[in-house]
């Protein structure tokens, strides 16, 4: 299919008078089709009227799809406000057209990109965004911490629910609402001043943005919904599309920001921990596509049936693969088929292995750090119960293949796998369960996250939709009042779903709630009881003690800083066995998150394996007591927690 480029500086002109319609005046792109129309306005770099088959979508003060940054000295960026230079590309049959923003940040000469694509089929815009910085005389300049796409209607006008999955959905709090809020913790409020608000009385007492953030393996299609009250029973949707994920950084494990009334596609971001890339000379990354769905039904269809809808398409790894090979001459950076090639591997899975996964990402670090290679690629599958797995569309280059699976300890990782383009690389691999010994207990289910614990993974009784627990604010429950005498944990007697908490502090203390501060050993200290038999310890010499994190909150907080006057920025965990002598973990200050205080129960893990000899344990009972240094806090400028904390992923003793 032929494509003409349209660079125009006259008053109007006008292109593709079938399929896709193209309008430039001096201050104006409108590119539109039978149903869906776009207008892109030159002075506020971004869509400024959105309609679709005459439905008003953004409302009059909504913005959006548009692309800012956190990544220019002084911190926030909107693309185009300094050098903006517009363009328009279309298929010569109007088959498609699109528009292209370009923008240079003049005083560190960072480039910026971003496209919008519109199909004469289809009502929505796919999206690619691009960042690159050359400048040899500042050859680093800062990190990426934030790159992200906004559709950001008006408030109180169309939309009335939002959604990451059928889960995490619940009516939009009420203009009314919003009004009468207290916050009660940076970008939390609690919403009891209006009791009868539809979110109060369905979802939850506090409404925060991280209540609605996932992890990218079980994120397709996010965004939010109109019921068709105020459009005659029409019912629209409007959502994000995650139909590649290669151009993120953190693997399947990353977790960001979906919806809160914005409609988010977060391309970068440190909210859970994750890495940043640096912004260095001769960084350039294209990220995408995604695509932003906006929908419709006459006959009222669900929220669920709507999004769904959307989902199918980030599920269908052929869609839509001709019309961006079509587009790649236009779109600096992006991969074409062409450049692509095929993973295949068949897998002899280690017992027990639930939900296994194949992770494709740079070679020789773990998929976490992929944004330490700003240019590394990611790619995923899930692996089939019989251990096979297939992984389409990989651009060419060499990875580093991870496997891991709920239910087993430690990762199976293989470094210098070469995807060539236009072929199929396969391997087989056989996978063992990593092991120290006899395995005496375990605590926990090694699945990377603390959910299965109290006041995680457990449903919220007191709202129909019974949210689950970590999704809310964690100021919402009362340490202390769980755990009266602290936490007093005996293997095989108690019950890790009401014994064991989802989050480990040094000191409960939320900023601004009726849960009562507690602090001392009951907080810091937990005892884990257990029993081991004569015949378990019968010529074993050492025994290993695992703990795996699924998140922790070190003096550094979330943002990889070292900073010397905090005495807990490498954040030490200790485990006294049986009063003999004490094993201790550090998790170090680059390896620090925001894990529960932003509703989330899986970020950045840390695991260690700690020795010990194993005649510091007993025939018959014995005790750890597991602690974080009593009263460690760190300085808050904002209105968080200052106390530190870890979270259980699980945790395992063996002897031999």
Same mark, same amino acid.
């Given at each position: 299919?032929?494509?003409?480029?349209?660079?125009?500086?006259?008053?109007?002109?006008?292109?593709?008078?079938?399929?896709?319609?193209?309008?430039?005046?001096?201050?104006?792109?409108?590119?539109?089709?039978?149903?869906l129309?776009?207008?892109?306005?030159?002075?506020?770099?971004?869509?400024?009227?959105l309609?679709?088959?005459?439905?008003?979508?953004?409302?009059?003060?909504?913005?959006g799809?548009?692309? +800012?940054c956190?990544?220019?000295?002084?911190?926030?960026?909107?693309?185009?406000?300094?050098?903006?230079?517009?363009?328009?590309?279309?298929?010569?049959?109007?088959?498609?057209?699109?528009?292209?923003?370009?923008?240079?940040?003049?005083?560190?000469?960072?480039?910026?990109?971003?496209?919008?694509f519109?199909?004469?089929?289809?009502?929505?815009?796919?999206?690619?965004?691009?960042?690159?910085?050359?400048?040899?005389?500042?050859p680093?300049?800062?990190?990426?911490?934030?790159?992200?796409?906004?559709?950001?209607?008006?408030?109180?006008?169309?939309?009335?629910?939002?959604?990451?999955?059928?889960?995490?959905?619940?009516?939009?709090?009420?203009?009314?609402?919003?009004?009468?809020?207290?916050?009660?913790?940076?970008?939390?409020?609690?919403?009891?001043?209006?009791?009868?608000?539809?979110?109060?009385?369905? #979802?939850?007492?506090? #409404?925060?943005?991280?209540?609605?953030?996932?992890?990218?393996?079980?994120?397709?299609?996010?965004?939010?919904?109109?019921?068709?009250?105020?459009?005659?029973?029409?019912?629209?949707?409007?959502?994000l599309v995650?139909?590649?994920?290669?151009?993120?950084?953190g693997?399947?494990?990353?977790?960001?920001l979906?919806? +809160?009334?914005?409609?988010?596609?977060y391309?970068?971001?440190?909210?859970h921990?994750?890495?940043?890339?640096n912004?260095?000379?001769?960084?350039?990354r294209?990220?995408?596509?995604?695509?932003?769905?906006f929908?419709?039904?006459?006959?009222?269809?669900?929220?669920?049936?709507?999004?769904?809808?959307?989902?199918?398409l980030?599920?269908?790894?052929?869609?839509?693969?001709?019309?961006?090979?079509?587009?790649?001459?236009?779109?600096?950076?992006?991969?074409?088929?062409?450049?692509?090639?095929?993973f295949?591997?068949?897998?002899?899975?280690?017992?027990?292995?639930?939900?296994?996964?194949?992770?494709?990402?740079?070679?020789?670090?773990?998929?976490?750090?992929?944004?330490?290679?700003?240019?590394?690629?990611?790619?995923?599958?899930d692996?089939?119960?019989?251990?096979?797995?297939?992984?389409?569309?990989v651009?060419?280059?060499?990875?580093?293949?991870?496997?891991?699976?709920?239910?087993?300890?430690?990762?199976?990782?293989?470094d210098?796998?070469?995807?060539?383009?236009q072929?199929?690389?396969?391997?087989?691999?056989?996978?063992?369960?990593q092991?120290?010994?006899?395995?005496?207990?375990?605590?926990?289910?090694?699945?990377?996250?603390?959910?299965? /614990?109290?006041?995680? +993974?457990?449903?919220?009784?007191?709202?129909?939709?019974?949210?689950?627990?970590?999704?809310? /604010?964690?100021?919402?429950?009362?340490?202390?009042?769980? /755990?009266?005498?602290?936490?007093?944990?005996?293997?095989?007697?108690? +019950?890790?779903?009401?014994?064991w908490?989802?989050?480990h502090?040094?000191?409960?203390?939320p900023?601004?709630?009726a849960?009562?501060?507690a602090?001392?050993?009951?907080?810091?200290?937990?005892?884990?009881?257990f029993?081991?038999?004569?015949?378990?310890?019968?010529?074993?010499?050492t025994?290993? #003690?695992?703990?795996?994190?699924?998140?922790?909150?070190?003096?550094?907080?979330?943002?990889?800083?070292?900073?010397?006057?905090?005495?807990?920025?490498?954040?030490?965990?200790?485990?006294?066995?049986?009063g003999?002598?004490?094993?201790e973990?550090?998790?170090?200050?680059?390896?620090?998150?925001?894990?529960?205080?932003?509703?989330?129960?899986?970020?950045y893990?840390?695991?260690e394996?700690?020795?010990?000899?194993?005649?510091?344990?007993r025939?018959?009972?014995?005790?750890?007591?597991?602690?974080?240094?009593?009263?460690?806090?760190?300085?808050?400028?904002?209105?968080?927690?200052?106390?530190?904390?870890?979270?259980?992923?699980?945790?395992?003793?063996?002897?031999?």
């Open positions: 299919m032929k494509a003409s480029l349209f660079l125009w500086s006259a008053l109007t002109a006008v292109a593709a008078a079938a399929g896709v319609n193209v309008t430039q005046t001096t201050s104006s792109i409108h590119l539109s089709n039978d149903r129309s776009a207008t892109f306005s030159k002075t506020k770099n971004g869509v400024v009227a309609e679709l088959d005459g439905q008003d979508l953004l409302g009059a003060s909504g913005y799809p548009y692309l +800012d956190y990544c220019v000295p002084s911190g926030f960026y909107t693309v185009g406000s300094q050098k903006p230079v517009w363009e328009v590309v279309a298929a010569d049959d109007g088959a498609w057209a699109g528009v292209v923003l370009s923008d240079t940040y003049a005083a560190t000469n960072q480039t910026f990109q971003q496209y919008w519109l199909r004469e089929t289809e009502t929505g815009l796919h999206m690619f965004s691009r960042v690159a910085y050359y400048n040899t005389a500042v680093f300049l800062r990190n990426l911490q934030e790159l992200r796409t906004l559709f950001r209607p008006a408030a109180g006008g169309l939309w009335t629910h939002l959604a990451t999955n059928d889960e995490q959905a619940a009516p939009l709090p009420s203009v009314d609402a919003v009004a009468a809020q207290t916050v009660v913790q940076d970008a939390t409020w609690s919403l009891a001043n209006t009791p009868d608000d539809p979110y109060v009385q369905e #979802f939850s007492d506090y #409404f925060t943005k991280y209540t609605f953030s996932n992890d990218w393996r079980n994120t397709f299609a996010h965004g939010m919904y109109a019921d068709g009250r105020a459009t005659n029973g029409t019912t629209y949707g409007a959502f995650m139909n590649s994920k290669d151009t993120y950084y693997g399947p494990l990353h977790s960001d979906t919806v +809160d009334g914005i409609v988010y596609n391309l970068v971001s440190n909210h921990g994750e890495g940043t890339p912004i260095t000379h001769g960084f350039d294209t990220f995408g596509p995604q695509y932003y769905h929908t419709s039904s006459p006959t009222g269809a669900s929220l669920q049936t709507l999004r769904g809808e959307a989902e199918a980030a599920k269908n790894p052929t869609w839509n693969v001709d019309f961006y090979d079509a587009i790649a001459p236009h779109v600096t950076g992006y991969t074409p088929s062409s450049g692509r090639g095929t295949t591997a068949k897998v002899s899975l280690p017992k027990g292995a639930k939900q296994p996964i194949a992770v494709l990402s740079a070679s020789g670090r773990s998929f976490q750090d992929n944004a330490e290679r700003p240019s590394a690629k990611q790619y995923w599958a692996i089939s119960a019989s251990g096979t797995v297939t992984i389409p569309r651009a060419a280059g060499t990875y580093r293949l991870t496997l891991y699976a709920s239910g087993i300890f430690g990762d199976f990782t293989r210098a796998l070469t995807i060539t383009p072929h199929t690389t396969s391997t087989s691999i056989v996978w063992h369960e092991s120290a010994g006899n395995e005496l207990w375990r605590l926990g289910t090694p699945d990377k996250s603390s959910g299965e /614990f109290r006041r995680g +993974d457990a449903r919220d009784a007191a709202h129909p939709r019974h949210p689950r627990q970590h999704w809310i /604010f964690w100021g919402a429950y009362d340490f202390a009042a769980d /755990f009266p005498a602290g936490v007093n944990y005996t293997i095989g007697a108690s +019950d890790a779903a009401t014994d908490n989802t989050v502090w040094s000191v409960f203390a900023p601004r709630s849960a009562a501060p602090s001392g050993p009951a907080v810091s200290d937990w005892r884990l009881h029993t081991v038999p004569a015949a378990a310890l019968r010529h074993k010499r025994a290993t #003690f695992t703990i795996q994190l699924a998140g922790a909150k070190t003096a550094a907080g979330n943002t990889d800083i070292f900073n010397a006057t905090e005495p807990y920025a490498d954040l030490p965990l200790r485990t006294v066995v049986n003999e002598g004490t094993v973990m550090v998790v170090p200050w680059y390896k620090s998150s925001s894990c529960i205080v932003r509703s989330a129960v899986s970020c893990q840390v695991a394996r700690m020795t010990f000899p194993a005649s510091w344990l025939v018959g009972g014995n005790e750890f007591v597991i602690s974080l240094p009593e009263g460690a806090v760190d300085y808050e400028s904002a209105v968080l927690p200052a106390g530190v904390y870890v979270q259980y992923d699980a945790l395992r003793l063996e002897v031999e």
